[in-house]
């Protein structure tokens, strides 16, 4: 019903716009009290070239393509200025009128400008004082391009005409000390871009391709665009080249160029495309794209042209994969869309047709606009009141201005003369609700209104268009509404567009290039920070754990043999001195060193009780003890054994062969000579030893276990154990030296046997923790030190003691002077 009748509406205006060639009714004039400027492209192409005519010419812009978009928002200007005029309320008794050219883009922006700037007799009068001038217009509504309203603004700053542009979002428009009429009813490009790169960060794409057309709009995007852009990567950028048909262009053509775009971006491993571009080259992009049968690709369309429907209704244009564009709220205008169709003589509008105020000028026309817009009515009515608010707001805003300037009641408004400038100072102060929208400027001229994000849709008609985000640019937040956004990918979902993935944990970024997005993974290696000495961490992770402290703990299994050992040795030797200072006057005792052996019996004790040091926890004075007195006590020992060993000799060998030497040994007491020079040297060499290595606490690790620390006395044990033994092992030697000699002695006195077996005890033992020192690390070897130095201490006790104490506790009977004499007698009858 409704559609045959926007028919018939079509057709009525069509019939009146012929029957208007005769009468010149127009859109484009509108006589009234005071009377505002507007600027569109209702025909557009290419970026403005000069035009290379031989006769300088106004260019005509009927020449170029329609712009039907321009023409619906002339309409939306010329519908708020007949809804003013009709309302009583805002300007009552006031009629505005307006002047209306088209600038075709670029091409013709100057001259309307000084169309606008002249007087009511299109004249401009040169003067040094233009405040009591008046120009035609009292404000200038447009134009609609970054470029061509920085040309604009610079000429109307001059003379303080106030401008609102509707779809202008350049940065340049808002320095006031530059402009200080340029007032605008869209939000800046920054904010435009703000909302892209939001849109990306929400679905985590940080790798994209940037498009920018070649001009103004383009370039100038691209730059706030990387200049914002610190979390994402542009892939690369590429520079779509703005139609433009000359006919002397040489060699590569446009065709070409942006086919050797399209084809980079299918090979590319980015999948969102972000095109800063007019509207203007992109339905032969994408007529490209359709060729090359790209479809996976994730659009991000600037405001410019996120609502184009000449791009929108490129054919299968819906196949490239998902368009998302950012776009100017939609504010839906009532009647809007019925008045776009009307035609341009309606009953009750009278006037209409005439220019404002003298003569018209040229390009005050379009034969074809309202056909256009009939044919396109679908698609327009689709796209909703965007720009076209825009336009509509930007009168009332002038509306409202000259409402505070002429004092307006209800009834009445004080209707004068006025001048531009004035009302460049009420515009500042504007600030209304239209249609439950907020208008009013900032500092900068902008408005508070945003920007939403749409999606291109094909499949709902009448609806090309569906919001999938809004954006609050107080808080600089997206709301993205994902559930009710349709992916064109194989599974419905949000495509990755990413260059690396993120590394796992443990493993750190390697920059591939200067991009922060690509990186390789690397494990974290010895070049991360290294875990504390007492903490580990496993390989690839981040953290450090506390290690274990590795010691012999008391309760342990091992704590309790040591303890044990070293009791039962202990017991022992006690039990071995009771039997000795019980006997200590028989011939054993005395064969066996007489009081020499109660410093043995008590060195032995001391280092039985020495084996403790290794249970428990090293302090200072733990490493201390055992690096001392096993040492200590055990060079007693062997000391105390050498000196029989030789003392036996020399009774049965020196005093034949050398009594003198023999008389001065027993004058001198030179067993216990000698038993103090050997401990005076070796406390010095402990001493040294202590200087050189101290004993104290260290904890290290182990190559195996990165859990573990172990806590060890000495840092340097190995060289600590060496040097500490190498005099025992020269005692030692010469024991073995003397046993071997006196092997031959009465069988009584004859301890070689025994001697040797300890001799060679001590040997292994040590040979043996010197292997296992060399072999492994840590915790073996100080159970092995420990289990060394009890072996050591047993053999002395078993090896030395055992025999003398069997003969003291079962053969009493051989333990007389008697028996010993015979066995010296049978000896020396065996020498001769
Ligand atoms: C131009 O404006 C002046 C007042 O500013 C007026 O007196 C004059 O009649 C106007 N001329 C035309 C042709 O409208
Ligand atoms: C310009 O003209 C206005 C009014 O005619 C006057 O008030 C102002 O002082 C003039 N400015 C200069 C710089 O002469
Ligand atoms: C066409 O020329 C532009 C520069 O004018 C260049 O960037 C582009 O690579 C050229 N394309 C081809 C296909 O030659
Ligand atoms: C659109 O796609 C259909 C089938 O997918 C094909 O038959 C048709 O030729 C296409 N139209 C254009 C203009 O590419
Ligand atoms: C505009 O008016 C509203 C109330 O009507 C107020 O809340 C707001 O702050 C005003 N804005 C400006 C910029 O003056
Ligand atoms: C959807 O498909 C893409 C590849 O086309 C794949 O990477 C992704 O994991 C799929 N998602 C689900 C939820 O299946």
């Known amino acids: 019903m409704r559609f045959t009748g926007l028919v018939a509406a079509c057709v009525g205006a069509l019939v009146a716009a012929a029957a208007s060639v005769t009468t010149p009714a127009s859109h484009f004039h509108l006589a009234g009290d005071y009377i505002l400027g507007g600027l569109f492209s209702l025909h557009a192409e290419a970026v403005g070239r000069p035009q290379l005519s031989p006769a300088q010419e106004v260019p005509i812009c009927k020449k170029y393509n329609l712009k039907v978009v321009s023409y619906s928002y002339l309409q939306a200007m010329r519908y708020a200025v007949e809804e003013i005029n009709k309302a009583s309320a805002l300007l009552p008794g006031v009629r505005l009128g307006y002047e209306m050219v088209d600038v075709c883009y670029l091409t013709n922006t100057i001259h309307p400008i000084l169309y606008f700037l002249s007087n009511n007799r299109s004249l401009l009068d040169i003067e040094t004082n233009y405040t009591q ?96 852009a610190t979390r994402g990567c542009i892939a690369f950028q590429e520079t779509i080249p703005v139609q433009g048909k000359d006919p002397h262009d040489s060699g590569n053509s446009t065709e070409e160029w942006i086919s050797s775009i399209v ?26 794209v359709i060729r090359q049968e790209m479809t996976d690709i994730v659009w991000i369309a600037a405001e410019a042209w996120s609502i184009d429907p000449t791009t929108h209704g490129v054919a299968n244009i819906s196949s490239v994969g998902t368009i998302f564009g950012v776009a100017v709220e939609e504010v839906p205008v009532p009647g809007m869309d019925d008045f776009r169709v009307r035609g341009p003589s309606h009953p009750g509008e009278g006037g209409e047709g005439q220019a404002a105020s003298g003569a018209a000028t040229c390009n005050q026309e379009c034969d074809d606009c309202l056909a256009e817009a009939c044919s396109y009515d ?33 009834t009445r408004c004080d209707r004068r003369e006025i001048y531009p400038w ?29 920007f939403e994000v749409i999606q291109w849709q094909w499949n709902v008609p009448g ?30 979902t949000a495509p990755q567009s990413i260059c690396s993935e993120q590394c796992e944990a443990g493993h750190k970024k390697k920059l591939i290039g200067m991009l922060t997005c690509c990186f390789e993974c690397v494990q974290y290696s010895f070049t991360c920070q290294e875990c504390p000495l007492d903490m580990w961490s496993e390989p690839g992770k981040e953290e450090c754990f506390m290690k274990q402290l590795l010691y012999i703990h008391w309760g342990d299994a091992i704590s309790i043999i040591l303890v044990s050992l070293s009791t039962l040795g202990l017991l022992a030797t006690l039990w071995t001195l009771a039997l000795f200072t019980r006997h200590s006057a028989t011939p054993v005792v005395k064969s066996a060193g007489g009081r020499l052996c109660f410093l043995m019996i008590a060195s032995l004790a001391a280092g039985f009780c020495s084996a403790l040091f290794f249970v428990g926890r090293p302090t200072e004075l733990v490493c201390f003890g055992r690096q001392t007195v096993f040492s200590l006590c055990f060079t007693t020992c062997i000391a105390c054994i050498t000196v029989r060993s030789f003392q036996i000799i020399c009774v049965f060998k020196m005093a034949a062969q050398l009594p003198r030497a023999y008389d001065a040994w027993r004058k001198y007491n030179g067993q216990r000579v000698f038993v103090a020079v050997v401990l005076v040297i070796k406390v010095f060499i402990v001493a040294l ?23 060890m006395c ?60 060399s072999i492994f690390e840590g915790f073996v070897v100080i159970i092995f030190e420990a289990a060394t130095v009890l072996s050591n201490l047993f053999s002395i006790c078993v090896g030395y003691f055992g025999p003398k104490c069997y003969i003291l506790f079962f053969h009493p009977e051989r333990n007389t002077t008697a028996f010993f004499q015979d066995a010296i007698q049978s000896y020396t009858m065996r020498q001769e």
């Not at 084809?263 to 490209?288: C, W």
């Not at 825009?390 to 307006?408: E, G, I, M, P, T």
């Not at 190559?703 to 573990?708: T, V, Y």
Request: aromatic share 12%.
């Open 263 to 288: 084809t980079k971006i299918s090979r590319s491993t980015a999948k969102v495309v972000i095109i800063l571009s007019l509207e203007l080259p992109l339905p032969t992009f994408f007529r490209e």
């Open 463 to 492: 609806q090309p268009f569906k919001k999938i985000a809004s954006y609050n640019s107080l808080q600089g937040r997206l709301d993205v509404n994902e559930k009710i956004i349709t992916w064109h990918t194989a599974n419905n």
């Open 378 to 410: 679908k698609s327009l009515r689709g796209t909703g009141d965007r720009i076209n608010f825009n336009v509509y707001s930007a009168v009332y805003v002038v509306a409202h201005a000259l409402h505070q300037l002429l004092r307006c009641s209800a």
């Open 422 to 450: 004035e009302l460049l100072k009420e515009m500042h102060k504007v600030n209304f609700t239209l249609l439950r929208t907020m208008i009013n400027f900032d500092q900068k001229g902008d408005p508070p209104n945003g």
């Open 133 to 228: 001038y008046r120009p035609r217009v009292v404000a200038v509504i447009g134009p609609d391009s970054s470029q061509a309203a920085v040309t604009a603004a610079f000429l109307l700053s001059q003379f303080l005409v106030p401008q609102i542009t509707y779809s202008a979002t350049t940065e340049f428009l808002g320095n006031p000390k530059v402009f200080p009429v340029a007032f605008r009813t869209i939000p800046s490009a920054e904010q435009q871009i703000a909302v892209m790169l939001q849109l990306l960060q929400h679905f985590k794409w940080n790798w994209f391709i940037v498009l920018s057309s070649d001009d103004d709009y383009g370039q100038q995007n691209l730059q706030l665009l990387r200049a914002q």
């Open 714 to 773: 000495n840092q340097d044990y190995r060289a600590t154990t060496v040097f500490n033994n190498a005099f025992d092992m020269s005692l030692c030697f010469l024991c073995f030296c003397f046993a071997y000699m006196g092997k031959a002695l009465p069988k009584s006195y004859n301890e070689a046997k025994y001697i040797t077996l300890c001799m060679t005890g001590y040997f292994g033992s040590w040979v043996a923790l010197f292997l296992v020192m």
């Open 689 to 711: 030893n202590i200087y050189f290595n101290k004993p104290a606490p260290f904890r290290t690790r182990v190559s195996d276990h990165p859990a573990i620390l172990i806590l």
